[in-house]
Structure formats: C-alpha cells, structure tokens
C-alpha cells in the first residue's frame, strides 16, 4: 500500500504561480510513473502531467509550456510547478502513482485545490 499525500494548492490570481508537492510512503515510488491529474466535479479526471522513473516528462495539451513536473526519488517527492495560471486550471489536483510490478495497483492521493482568480 501507498500512500500518497498533497500539498501547496490555495488561491491565486491568474498569472500567478503555484507549487504543488506529493509525497509516498513507500520506496517501490522511485520504479514508479508518476503524474498529477485534475477534475472539475461531475468530469472527468483529466491528465495535467506524467513523469516516468527515468525522468520524462509529458504534458497535458492544456499546460504546455506552463507547467513542469519533476521528481526527487531520494525524497520520494513528486512536484509540479505551475506558471502563467490561467481561471480555468481552476480544479481540484490528484497526485497519481503506477505501481509497475504486480499487481500493477494505481494509488491516488486526497487532492488539493487549485483556485485561479481573475
């Protein structure tokens, strides 16, 4: 079992940034992809970014060039550092974790809500 846990969302006016941080409980999170997701209640979970054990990235078509994921396996971290927020990256941000060895379990973090003012 994983846990994820969330941190960094609030309130912003657009333009502005935000950091989000995730941080897992267990070591099998350095084989691990890694993501951030977003969902508007009553849609569907969107992808906001993806980042795989070696590092790469991949980016939702709605934050490119905004948006940059990282990881730090040492820590067991995953961020995402939000730029240039636009109102409609307001939502509520999933830290998501792929177990890639049996039995291939997806983890979800509790979210943490991202609000952009104008």
């Known amino acids: 079992q994983v846990q994820l846990v969330e941190s960094g969302g609030g309130l912003v006016q657009a333009g502005g940034s935000l950091r989000l941080s995730c941080s897992a409980s267990s070591g099998i999170f350095i084989i691990s992809t890694l993501g951030w997701y977003r969902e508007t209640p009553g849609e569907r979970r969107e992808l906001v970014a993806l980042i795989t054990k070696d590092g790469t990235p991949t980016y939702g078509e709605a934050v490119k060039g905004r948006f940059t994921i990282s990881r730090d396996n040492a820590k067991r971290t995953v961020d995402l550092q939000m730029n240039s927020l636009k109102p409609e990256d307001t939502d509520v941000y999933y830290c998501?974790?792929?177990?890639?060895?049996?039995?291939?379990?997806?983890?979800w973090g509790q979210g943490t809500q991202v609000t952009v003012s104008t």
């Open positions: 998501h974790s792929h177990q890639p060895i049996p039995p291939f379990v997806d983890y």
